[in-house]
């Protein structure tokens, strides 16, 4: 395969040795590693996060991991920003870009681009959610065709997330989502991407996600929420979302005990992954699957 000018993008869900597998494209390949993962941009959160080790850090480049303030929110808009200029950079450097994560919108908006849709002031936005949760989601979803006919062929009547996204957009812009879409501009040519997401069967990715979790605690991840916690980081940012913080916190005060919060990180970690590979089903269509067992087969031919 002539990799000039290519972009590799590997996804797949967390816990499924993505990080490694990058490492071993990169060594084959002369190439460079950017972070595409929305967790691991955390400075404070390395071992929640699973952050690459910085022994393999020093062996191969790695970008965008670990720079961001957890206090600071961080959108798929600023990443995007950053990602693009990183690539150019390595590219500039007649190295290959490897982009490795698991986080499915920012891959979207690389490979389709982003929305750019107006900031919807969130006194529209609450009234949107409170007017859906009033009169239910099939009523609400008549007002939502009535207001945009062109969500009636494009949203599951029973997608409350889109439906109500959809419902505030068109009220508060009076331009459907669908044709906000339509004026989506890819900067970076598609044909240039490699797209990979590795395949990983459920039972060995469980093995693999319990295990992580063990190793998480034996590398100090209570040390970590305890330092997160003294930050005293606004509910509402994005990195209260990091699986483990809650679990932990209520292990520190008392809330659990140590079994039961481990429990339940494998717990929400399992949903996440599954989460993670339905939206692979519908969204990745177009990328090769790839079973890990198979990998060192599929190195050889790039």
């Known amino acids: 395969m002539d990799l000039k000018s290519k972009i590799i993008l590997i996804s797949g869900p967390t816990a499924s040795g993505k990080s490694n597998i990058a490492i071993k494209f990169a060594k084959k390949v002369s190439g460079e590693i ?28 790695h970008h965008l991991y670990g720079f961001q303030n957890v206090k600071k929110n961080f959108s ?46 969130i006194k529209v936005r609450n009234q949107a959610r409170n007017f859906q949760k009033k009169i239910g989601q099939q009523k609400f979803f008549q007002k939502l065709i009535k207001l945009d006919p062109l969500s009636k062929d494009k949203i599951n009547p029973n997608d409350v997330q889109r439906s109500i996204r959809a419902y505030e957009i068109k009220k508060f812009t009076r331009v459907s989502i669908f044709v906000w879409f339509n004026k989506t501009k890819i900067i970076l040519n598609n044909n240039n991407f490699v797209k990979i997401y590795i395949d990983f069967e459920r039972s060995d990715l469980i093995k693999n996600i319990n295990f992580r979790v ?82 060192n087969t599929v190195i050889k031919k790039l």
């Open 76 to 121: 798929t808009g600023h990443w995007l920003k950053l990602v693009i200029k990183k690539i150019k950079e390595i590219q500039t450097r007649n190295k290959i870009p490897i982009l490795v994560g698991g986080t499915g919108l920012y891959f979207k908006a690389l490979t389709e681009g982003l929305v750019k849709i107006p900031q919807i002031p």
């Open 214 to 295: 063990e190793k998480m605690f034996k590398e100090g991840a209570v040390k970590e929420v305890k330092s997160f916690l003294k930050l005293k980081v606004p509910k509402n940012n994005s990195a209260n979302k990091v699986i483990g913080i809650k679990e932990i916190s209520n292990y520190i005060n008392n809330k659990s005990n140590l079994a039961e919060a481990k429990e339940l990180i494998a717990i929400k970690t399992r949903q996440y992954a599954k989460r993670q590979t339905t939206w692979a089903r519908g969204q990745m269509t177009n990328w090769q699957k790839i079973d890990p067992n198979n990998l």
């Open 34 to 61: 950017v972070n595409a993962d929305s967790m691991q941009i955390y400075k404070e959160l390395k071992i929640l996060t699973a952050r690459p080790k910085k022994k393999d850090q020093q062996n191969i480049k």
